[in-house]
C-alpha cells in the first residue's frame, strides 16, 4: 500500500525538508518525489508518493496529522491520495464510439485501476456498446427545456454510483456551472481542436477554411467558460492541402481518442494538480 | 534548363491530358507532376516540371504560347518558373539574429540557390553579421512619424537591387497594406505561435498564461490583415509546467528559424501556390 | 463507381500523356492522379483514380485493354482496383486486445470500408471480444510439431473466407515462407520498434537497455526475412530515464495501434505500391 | 551564486531527507530537486539545486563537507557544479558548417553562457567561419600515420585552453580510447541517425536503401565503442519515398543542429548525470 500528497503553498526555504522529514520520521520510505517552483507565481508545487507498509500513522490519520504538522503552518494545501483505492469513473457520450472504445479497452484490459459504474448519454447510439462491456448506460436525451431536470437525473445517478470524475467522451451538450460546481476539477472533456484556436463548435472545419498544416487535440478540465478549462495535454497531427474537413476529422479522431485517454490516465494516477487555471502535470 | 509551371482553374475534364500532351507533344520531357483537386472549391491545381533540353518552343515563348492554346481556353492561371534562374530575396531583421544566421548559413553553404542583394533593418544590431558575410545593409529606423518616409526608401531600395522576395526574420514591424500590394505573395514571416492562437504582440506569453501544453511557429505570406494571410507550414514543440516565458522563448526560437527556413526553401523551389488565403504545397 | 490504377515502369517520356488520354479519350474523369519518378532506380509509379459513369469501357474489360494498349508496350506492371469492392481482411492475434479493439471500432463505425470474415487466433483470449463483434473465431494453437499442419488450416479457412489480405495485430508467431507465397504484399505486420532498430524479440526491453530517448511502431509487409519487409508506416514517441520497460511497453500499445490502422487503412485505399522491399505512400 | 548537486547512490530510506536537511540546516535556499529511482538496478538519482547567498559552508569546502557528511556514509557519488562558472568548450568540426554556425550564434547572443577557447579541424574549410568568430582555429589533418601525433597534439591545445569538455560538430575522425579516457563523458557528438539503428558511416545512404518512412539523429556522449555511448537526446523527421539520399541529408541536417545543441545545452545547464551507459536527464 501506498499513499500520495499532492500539495501547493507559498514558496518558501525548508518545504523539502520538512515534509521528507515528516515522512522519514514516520518510516515511511519515500517512492517517489517531485517538485516544482513557479517563481512568477511564488509557489510551491509537489507531488510524494511513499510506502505505507511500516508507516507509523495510520493511514485515516494522515491526513490529521499533515493537516496539523505541516499544512496548516505552511498556508499549504494538499489532496491526500491511496492508488490502490480504485476510482470510480462515468463516461459521458453522445453519437461517435472512438473514445469510448479506447477507454471500454483500457478498462477491461486491466491498463487502467479503474471501476467504470455507469455511461451516460444524450443519445441512444452507444448503448450496444455499453452492453457488450457490461455497463449500465443510462440514455438521458436533453433540450433547452429538460435540461435542469436532467442534470438533476445525472447528478442522482452519479451520487448513487459513488462517481469520483467524470469523462466527456465526445459528449455534445455543455454541462451548466451548477452541475459543474459538483465536481470541480474533476470533469474531464477532450475538444476536438489545439486549443486556444478553434474554441467552439465545428474546429475541424474552422481549422480546414483558416488553411492550417497542422491540427491538434485537447484534453482539459471543464470549467464554466467553454473550452477555457485548465490543459491536461494536447497533441497534434499534420494536414496538407490534399485534406478536406472529412480526413480533418478522420484523423483527429485519433488524436481525440489518444489525447483524451493519455490525460484521463495521469487523473487516475493522481498526477494533475490544479492551480490558477494551469495543471501542474507530474511525471 | 528545366521550367516549372503552376496552374490553377476551375476542375473539369481532361486538364491533365490536354497539359500533358502540350508538354509531350512539343518534346518536353516532364521531372514531376503533382496535381490537386479542391472539390469543395471545384479548383484543379498542378505543379509541372519539365526538362527544356529538347522542347521545341523557345523559352522567352513559352507563356505565350501556353496562354494562348491552354489557359485562355481554360479560364486557367498559371505561372511559369525557370528554376535555375536564381531568386533574389531581401532579409528584413530587427535584434535578434537566430533566423538571420540560420538564412545566411543555408545561403553560404549553397544549400539554397537564391541571391541576398540586401538586409533591410530598423536598428543597427544585425549590421556586423550582414558585413561578416558581404552583404549589404541598410538601416532604416522606423517611427509612426517617418514610417511612410521609410518605407518608400525600402522600396526604393528593394527595386534597385531587383528583389523578388521578402524574408521578414523576426522583424518587428508591420508593413503597410501598399507596401505589401508590391509583392503579394512575396513577403514571408515568420510568427512565433501557433497560429491562429495566439496572433499579435507577446504570444510566448499569452500562450504561458493560457497553460498550453505545446507552443508552435507559423511561417506565412504576409497580407494586409495581421498574422492572417496564407499560412505555408508550422510546427511544434512540447513544453510543461516547468517552462517559464523566458524558456517559451528559448524553445521557440529553435522552431521559429527552422519553420522559417522550410517555408522559404519551398518558395524558393517554386512550390507553393496560393488560392483563396490559402496555400497549395507541392511535395 | 470509380477505378484505381497503380502502375510501375521504366521511366520515359510521355507515359503521363499516354495514361491519362487513355482515360479521358474514353470519357472517364480523373478524379486524383499522383506520380512519382525514383531517379536512382530509373522508375516510374502513378497512381491514378477514375469515374466509371461516363467510361466506355466496361468495367470487366479496362484490365484487357490497359494491358493490350498500354501497359504491354510501356513495359508495365499494374494492378487494376474497384474500390466499391470491399476487401475482405482477417485478423490474427495473439493475447492483446489494443490493436484488435482499434481494428474492430474502425470497421465497426463504418470508417473502414471492409468485411472482416475471421479471426484467427494460436490463444483462446481474444474469443470473447470476436463473439461480442459477431466475428467467426478461429482458435489454432501453433507448436514448434504442429506449425505445418495449422499452417494448412489457416490457408483452408482464409480461402474459404475469400481473404484478400491479413492483418497481424501483434501475432506472436512467424509465419513460414511457404504460408506467406499466397499472399505476397498481402500480409501486414505491426512491429513494436522503429525498425530496423530492434528486430526480432523483445524490442522494448532491448530499447530500455540501449537508454534511447523515443521509442517507435513500425508497419510493415511481410516478408520471408524476419522484420525487413517493406516499410509502410512508423511513428515515434518519447521515453525518458523516468520509463520502465513496463512503461515503454503501455506507451508503444498506443503507438503500435494507430500505426498498424493508419497502414492498413493505406492497403484498404489502395495506396500502397510495393517495389525493390520498399513501398510508395500515395497521398 | 548557486549550486548543484548530481548524486547517485544505492536507493534507500532517507536519502532525500538527508540531503535536503543538509542542504536547508545550512541556511540553503533550493532553488530546485528532482530525484529519480531507478527500481530495476536499485540505484537513485538526484540533481539539487540552491541559493549559495547565505549558505554558511563556503564554497571550497562544500565538497569535502558533503563528502564526509553525506556521500561516504551513503555510497554515494556526486558531482559539485557552480552553474555561473562558465564551462569552456571546445568544437571540433570538419567540412560541414551547419552545426558550428547554430552552436556559434547561441554563444554570440549570449543564449549559452560558455566560452568557446578554440576550434580544431581536419580540413581548412571552416578557418573563416571561425576567423569572423573571433575564435581561434586549429587545422590538424589527420591520416593513418599522423593520428597519434596529431591527437597528442590535441590534447596539448585543449589542455593549454582549459576546456572542460569537447563537442564533435559533425567531425568526420574517430577519436581514439586514449584521447577519450581524458575527458569521460565529456566528449559529445551528433549522429545522423536514429541510434542504434544506422550505426557507422553513411547512415541516410543505409536509411533511404531500407526505406524508412522517419529519419532521426541522436546526440551522444562518445565512448570507446562506436555510436554506441549513452544518448543524450534524440529526435525524428518524416520522409517519404518522395525523398533521395540528397534529401534526406538536407532534413537530416536541421536535425543534428537541433539536436546537438539541445544536448549541449544540457551539458552545459549540468542536466546530464551518466550511468551504466545511460543518462539521466533532468528536466
Known amino acids: 500500500m501506498t499513499a500520495?500528497?499532492?500539495?501547493?503553498?507559498?514558496?518558501?526555504?525548508?518545504i523539502v525538508a520538512k515534509v521528507t522529514e515528516?515522512?522519514?520520521?514516520?518510516?515511511?520510505?519515500?517512492?517517489?518525489?517531485?517538485?516544482?517552483?513557479?517563481?512568477?507565481a511564488g509557489r510551491f508545487f509537489m507531488r510524494l508518493k511513499w510506502d505505507l507498509e511500516r508507516f507509523m500513522i495510520p493511514r485515516e490519520k494522515i491526513g490529521d496529522c499533515f493537516q496539523t504538522l505541516i499544512a496548516a503552518p505552511c498556508g499549504m494545501e494538499f489532496d491526500l491520495h491511496f492508488?490502490?483505492?480504485?476510482?470510480?469513473?462515468?463516461v459521458f457520450v453522445s453519437k461517435m464510439s472512438h473514445c469510448l472504445y479506447d477507454i471500454l479497452s483500457r478498462w477491461e484490459s486491466g491498463d487502467w485501476q479503474v471501476d467504470i459504474p455507469l455511461i451516460i448519454s444524450n443519445h441512444a447510439d452507444m448503448q450496444p456498446i455499453a452492453v457488450r462491456f457490461g455497463i449500465p448506460?443510462?440514455?438521458?436525451?436533453?433540450?433547452?427545456?429538460?435540461?435542469?431536470?436532467?442534470?438533476?437525473?445525472?447528478?442522482?445517478?452519479?451520487?448513487?454510483?459513488?462517481?469520483?470524475?467524470?469523462?466527456?467522451?465526445?459528449?455534445?451538450?455543455?454541462?451548466?456551472?451548477?452541475?459543474?460546481?459538483?465536481y470541480p476539477n474533476r470533469?474531464?472533456?477532450?475538444?476536438?481542436?489545439?486549443?486556444?484556436?478553434?474554441?467552439?463548435?465545428?474546429?475541424?472545419?474552422a481549422a480546414y477554411e483558416r488553411g492550417v498544416k497542422i491540427i491538434g487535440a485537447t484534453c482539459h478540465y471543464v470549467t464554466g467558460e467553454l473550452d477555457a478549462?485548465?490543459?491536461?495535454?494536447?497533441d497534434v497531427i499534420r494536414v496538407s492541402h490534399k485534406d478536406s474537413p472529412d480526413t480533418?476529422?478522420?484523423?483527429?479522431?485519433?488524436?481525440?481518442?489518444?489525447?483524451?485517454?493519455?490525460?484521463?490516465?495521469?487523473?487516475?494516477?493522481?498526477?494533475?494538480?490544479?492551480?490558477?487555471?494551469?495543471?501542474v502535470v507530474f511525471g
Open 248 to 279: 480533418f476529422i478522420r484523423k483527429g479522431k485519433d488524436l481525440e481518442k489518444i489525447v483524451l485517454s493519455r490525460g484521463v490516465f495521469l487523473h487516475i494516477q493522481r498526477k494533475l494538480l490544479t492551480y490558477g487555471n494551469k495543471t
Open 83 to 90: 492508488p490502490e483505492q480504485r476510482l470510480r469513473m462515468a
Open 229 to 234: 478549462g485548465p490543459i491536461i495535454e494536447q
Open 137 to 182: 448506460f443510462h440514455h438521458l436525451p436533453v433540450s433547452k427545456e429538460n435540461k435542469p431536470a436532467q442534470e438533476a437525473r445525472q447528478l442522482e445517478l452519479l451520487q448513487a454510483a459513488k462517481v469520483d470524475f467524470i469523462v466527456l467522451a465526445r459528449y455534445m451538450q455543455v454541462l451548466t456551472a451548477d452541475f459543474l460546481s459538483r
Open 22 to 40: 515528516f515522512i522519514h520520521g514516520n518510516r515511511g520510505n519515500i517512492v517517489s518525489l517531485e517538485q516544482h517552483v513557479d517563481r512568477n
Open 4 to 14: 500520495i500528497l499532492l500539495i501547493h503553498c507559498p514558496d518558501r526555504q525548508g
Open 187 to 205: 470533469v474531464i472533456n477532450i475538444h476536438h481542436s489545439f486549443l486556444p484556436a478553434f474554441a467552439g463548435a465545428k474546429p475541424y472545419h
